[in-house]
């Protein structure tokens, strides 16, 4: 029993040592940096459910201001947050090989669906999948796909009129649309998600994003136990949701093969990519699980975060009668100009919607930050007189928070008004490039950023050819602090009056 007790004491001992030694990380480089709660590091906040992981990431931010930089604690791991633009654009633009890589919150092997997907690659795997799926998001493709969405938009605008609509839920609305459009652009499967409520894919894609305890805890044992979890093979998301989606993809795979079926959708795409380096002979020749892999990730990056987007969107809208009127305008002369249809080169030379979805996407970026791994010795040198030479090492952490930066008034005056003039091109011109990063920054940037811009404003289009948005009371949004991405509280009514 005292031998237990003494190996206990010591493998605790251990343990408490070097935890405190990973809390002197900020310390002993010389960088500000807010002090951690053992374990939890500075996220402790949203763990409790006391705030939006969206407000925290602004509070970090804004916790120095005169710096050019800050450091942050996510349970164990010691997370630097760059806030000076012309500093991101140093480091995750014209330094990009020391930082080639999102932050591998899934460790290696420890679930194949993510660490194999295009989010999490590295290297050479990671530049050749992007080449690979980037023809997927052309304005070719986009001009393809555009009738598709059209017609997945409708079905809602007629669903509203047929039944006399006149509120909508906009959380609840804009997830059923963007997972009936990620379901037909990306899986090649028709979904009515408006008229079918709990339809298969719907139910199984609010699973598949789901953030509660279970993920929570899998997440943290990722950050603090990679190898056990690898050993264990643990996985972030249930057996159910796994086998649902991957018998959807695999069985999809099979029939076109077997049927020479091509649709133009991801999956149809990356066939064709394996089919030609098999013929080639390339060693790197796709599987079917990698392409189960990409479809998952397309699945994550759309689901929620073009649904957010597009429902922060429609509040600002609805809030804002005198933008809501220019749409309309904007709308009516386009639909003018085209015939009375929309079209894809119609939707793409409208200037007005371009500037009110971005500024959307500036004061509600639901990407909340971009993220590298530093891959080689790097060296931020001193340029103000508090400063001093910042070493990052191989495995240190880099972050650009979108809500700090697109919300600091040194960039954005009066920025917590939405002003979609800032984007005119009078003004946009005097913006700085990397004080506005929704999609990300540099070569990993969102790789669906066109895809995800034409859907929203295609759903804008044609929701407000047919109806203004009026808010039904003055309370302001609630941010979900159940999620680790941007998301409305329970939900937001807004009004639909037919236009006359």
């Avoid at 480091?91 to 999490?120: C, M, Q």
């Avoid at 080639?280 to 990409?294: F, M, W, Y």
Wanted: aromatic residues 12%.
């Amino acid at each position: 029993m005292f031998w237990i007790i003494t190996i206990l004491v010591f493998v605790l001992s251990l343990a408490f040592y070097k935890i405190r030694r990973i809390y002197q990380h900020f310390e002993e480089k010389g960088v500000d940096y807010i002090k951690p709660n053992f374990l939890f590091g500075n996220v402790m906040s949203c763990d409790l459910k006391k705030e939006s992981f969206y407000t925290l990431m602004q509070k970090f931010y804004e916790a120095f201001p005169t710096k050019r930089y800050m450091g942050f604690y996510n349970y164990l791991t010691p997370v630097l947050i760059i806030r000076d633009p012309e500093l991101i654009k140093s480091i995750f633009v014209k330094d990009f090989d020391h930082f080639p890589a999102h932050i591998p919150f899934v460790p290696d092997g420890a679930d194949p669906l993510w660490s194999k997907n295009l989010f999490l690659l590295k290297g050479a795997e990671w530049r050749h999948m992007r080449s690979t799926l980037s023809p997927s998001f052309t304005a070719n493709k986009m001009r393809i796909l555009f009738s598709a969405i059209v017609e997945t938009v409708d079905i809602y605008t007629d669903y509203f009129l047929k039944n006399n609509i006149t509120k909508i839920g906009i959380k609840d609305t804009c997830t059923r649309f963007t997972n009936d459009t990620i379901a037909t652009v990306a899986y090649g499967i028709k979904t009515d998600s408006i008229n079918n409520k709990s339809n298969d894919f719907y139910e199984m894609s609010k699973k598949f994003s789901s953030v509660g305890l279970r993920e929570k805890i899998i997440l943290f044992l990722y950050s603090i136990l990679p190898g056990l979890t690898t050993t264990l093979g643990v996985s972030l998301n249930t057996a159910e949701v796994r086998e649902f989606f991957t018998s959807i993809i695999l069985e999809t795979i099979r029939v076109r093969e077997e049927k020479g079926i091509y649709r133009p959708d991801m999956i149809s795409l990356l066939i064709e990519e394996k089919k030609k380096m098999q013929a080639a002979g390339n060693d790197l020749s796709l599987t079917n699980e990698e392409i189960v892999c990409q479809a998952f990730v397309f699945l994550f990056a759309g689901f929620d975060t073009v649904s957010s987007a597009l429902s922060f969107c429609l509040y600002e809208i609805a809030r804002n009668p005198d933008v809501q009127a220019k749409l309309h305008d904007e709308i009516d002369e386009t639909l003018q100009e085209n015939g009375g249809k929309i079209t894809y080169e119609g939707l793409m030379k409208m200037k007005y919607i371009e500037q009110v979805v971005t500024e959307s996407l500036r004061l509600w970026p639901p990407a909340l930050a971009s993220d590298r791994v530093c891959a080689k010795t790097y060296v931020i040198e001193p340029i103000n007189p508090s400063e001093k030479r910042i070493v990052l090492n191989p495995g240190d952490i880099v972050q650009a928070s979108a809500p700090g930066i697109q919300r600091d008034p040194k960039y954005y005056s009066n920025p917590y008004v939405f002003d979609p003039e800032r984007f005119s091109d009078e003004n946009k011109d005097h913006l700085h490039p990397y004080t506005f990063i929704p999609f990300g920054v540099g070569p990993r940037s969102c790789i669906g950023m066109r895809l995800a811009m034409m859907e929203i404003k295609t759903f804008i289009f044609q929701l407000l050819v047919k109806y203004r948005l009026v808010t039904m009371n003055d309370e302001p949004i609630k941010l979900s602090t159940d999620s680790l991405d941007l998301r409305i509280d329970g939900d937001y009514y807004v009004e639909i009056k037919p236009r006359k």
